[in-house]
Every structure is written in structure tokens, then in C-alpha cells.
Nanobody
Framework: DVQLQASGGGLVQAGGSLRLSCAVS????????MSWIRQVPGKEREVVSC?????????YADSVKGRFTISSDSNTENEVFLQMNSLKPEDTAVYYC?????????WGKGTQVTVSS
């Protein structure tokens, strides 16, 4: 079974920080592009950040550049992280972890991030 388990969300004041984690199992982690995608009710999903070990690429949405950092660890645990600093109320969303490769997407359950003003 493929499992992506996201955690680390919560309520934080504007300007604060949170670190999201996504534990991945059931896939060859390094073969997959790993992404954090957020969803606000009534709005389209937004790809916040993604990283790919296969080509060494990293992407950040303009809205989070300079504030968020994606990283991954496949040495000890297959995990992908999203360090979120200088959080803004507009970062409030459900954040999902996604693994994509070979035309297949795997999703984890989201974790709620709420930023109060």
C-alpha cells in the first residue's frame, strides 16, 4: 500500500512558522517528484512547492518564494518537509502531500494550516 501521511499543521499567528512533514511508504521515494499542494474551499488547488531528486529541480510558487523551503530525507526516513516561515493569513489552507511519477499521482490526507492576523 502506498501511504502519504502529512502532519504538522496548526494554528499560528501571522509572522510565525510551521514545519509540515509527509511520511511516505510503499513507493521508491527517490523516483517520485514530491509536492506540497494547498487548497482553500472555493478556490483552485495551488502547487506550493515541489522537488524532484531525479532531475534535481525545485519549484516554489511566487506567493511563497523566500518564505517556504521544501526538503526531503530518503536516507533514514522517506519524508518530505515544508518549512513555512513568515506566514500570512493568505497561507491558510489545507496542505496536501503529493507524489508523482510514471503518470501516477498519490495523495495523502491534508493537514490544516490556519494563520491568524
Amino acid at each position: 500500500d502506498v501511504q502519504l501521511q502529512a502532519s504538522g499543521g496548526g494554528l499560528v499567528q501571522a509572522g510565525g512558522s510551521l514545519r509540515l512533514s509527509c511520511a511516505v511508504s510503499g513507493i521508491t521515494f527517490d523516483d517520485y517528484a514530491m509536492s506540497w499542494i494547498r487548497q482553500v474551499p472555493g478556490k483552485e488547488r495551488e502547487v506550493v512547492s515541489c522537488t524532484s531528486k531525479s532531475d534535481g529541480s525545485t519549484y516554489y510558487a511566487d506567493s511563497v518564494k523566500g518564505r517556504f523551503t521544501i526538503s526531503s530525507d530518503s536516507n533514514t526516513e522517506n519524508e518530505v518537509f515544508l518549512q513555512m516561515n513568515s506566514l500570512k493569513p493568505e497561507d491558510t489552507a489545507v496542505y496536501y502531500c503529493n507524489a508523482r511519477a510514471y503518470g501516477v499521482d498519490y495523495w495523502g490526507k491534508g493537514t490544516q494550516v490556519t494563520v491568524s492576523s
